[in-house]
């Protein structure tokens, strides 16, 4: 729940840099209007900042390390300590569509365009997919976890991250 307090307010930040360029909060008229403006600053700002929140959300390196065992040190891994069988893989199914939706979200509202060509846009979509989790294990694999304490000051820097992207517009 710590964790969760401090990306929930970050991430609305980020959300509301799209809503401002859409004049309204509706994910396709954000989606729609993201598709229209193209890049820009604040887009990219907003971008990586919502990448690093995905990373926070759920409970990837260099926020949580998933693979422990220590009690102490897992904050996701917590809940599934009591589960066995079929609960447990349900834990980590649901764990999974958390964070492909996150990175959809991603997708549609900060690289919403395809190329034009004879290429389906379903086959553009799982192409994008693939190149961020590529980019989240690069993140993963290249850092190492970070302490509890120091949390807060990432989720600082991503809220700036997210303030410079609203001053931007």
């Known amino acids: 729940m710590f964790i969760n ?10 959300l509301f840099t799209v809503a401002i360029k859409a004049n309204g909060t509706g ?11 193209g890049m820009s600053l604040s887009a990219i700002l907003a971008a990586i900042a919502f990448l ?4 926070a959300e759920t409970g990837r390196i260099p926020v949580d390390n998933p693979d422990t065992h220590l009690e102490l040190t897992m904050v996701h891994e917590g809940m599934v300590l ?9 834990i980590f ?5 958390k964070q492909l939706v996150a990175i959809l979200l991603l997708i549609n509202l900060f690289v919403p365009w ?3 060509g004879p290429v389906s ?3 553009w979509l799982i192409i994008k997919v693939l190149i961020i989790a590529l980019i989240l294990a690069a993140i993963e694999t290249s850092t190492n976890k970070m302490r509890l304490f120091r949390i807060p000051g990432f989720m600082l820097a991503t809220s700036c991250l997210s303030l410079l992207a609203i001053m931007a517009m």
Not at 27 to 37: D, E, G, I, R
Not at 52 to 55: D, Q, R
């Open 5 to 14: 307090v401090l990306v929930e307010p970050v991430m609305l930040l980020t």
């Open 82 to 90: 009591e589960y066995s069988g079929r609960s447990v893989a349900l």
């Open 52 to 55: 690093i929140l995905i990373v």
């Open 121 to 123: 846009p379903v086959i």
């Open 114 to 116: 395809n190329p034009v």
């Open 93 to 97: 199914w649901g764990s999974a569509i």
């Open 27 to 37: 994910l396709s008229q954000m989606s729609n209007a993201a598709a229209v403006s």
